[in-house]
């Protein structure tokens, strides 16, 4: 029994200290200084980020994920590891909005250029890359902001082909 009623005792206090916490989080960024929202914005960046050791705009997993996808097709590597870059950017810059757009331009061409090497079915795999890149709640909310500034500034869709909207060599 009293082993019973101290474990109760003690998750009682470690839930009151969890909300403590939270609601002392909550007011210091509401009233706090401009350092405190300055850390929040840069851990929310960090966030939507993800790791990228080689530093090349790319979440190391969707680079992962894009190198064991496309062995076979160097060219649809190369144009998927142009949008993923581009998706990163159009996310990073969600509370920019000159960035955004800038970011949500070259992302539609980035998917002309997909189309243009994939041809039709591609939409099927655009889904499953987007699935990779938008993995997280946070992610989807960024994303969702940009689509939002997208149809706001009349961004065109990308639904025709180019090959000029390739930014690398073939």
């Not at 992962?64 to 076979?72: A, L, N, P, S, V």
């Amino acid at each position: 029994m009293f082993k019973g009623a101290l474990l109760v005792v003690v998750t009682l206090i470690a839930s009151a200290l969890l909300v403590l916490a939270a609601t002392r989080g909550a007011e210091l960024f509401r009233h706090g200084t401009h350092n405190a929202a300055a850390d929040f914005q840069e851990q929310l960046a960090r966030d939507i980020r993800g790791a990228d050791v080689n530093e090349n705009g790319i979440r190391d997993d969707v680079e992962q994920w894009i190198d064991g996808r496309f062995t076979e097709r160097p060219h649809d590597r190369q144009a998927f590891l142009q949008v993923a870059a581009d998706y990163q950017s159009v996310l990073l810059t969600t509370g920019k909005p000159e960035a955004s757009r800038r970011s949500l331009l070259r992302l539609s061409e980035s998917l002309r250029c997909v189309r243009h090497l994939s041809g039709s079915g591609v939409d099927e795999e655009i889904a499953r890359f987007k699935a990779v890149v938008l993995d997280t709640d946070l992610r989807v909310r960024a994303w969702l902001k940009a689509s939002e500034r997208m149809e706001r500034s009349g961004i065109a869709a990308e639904s025709n082909s180019s090959a000029s909207s390739c930014r690398f060599v073939m």
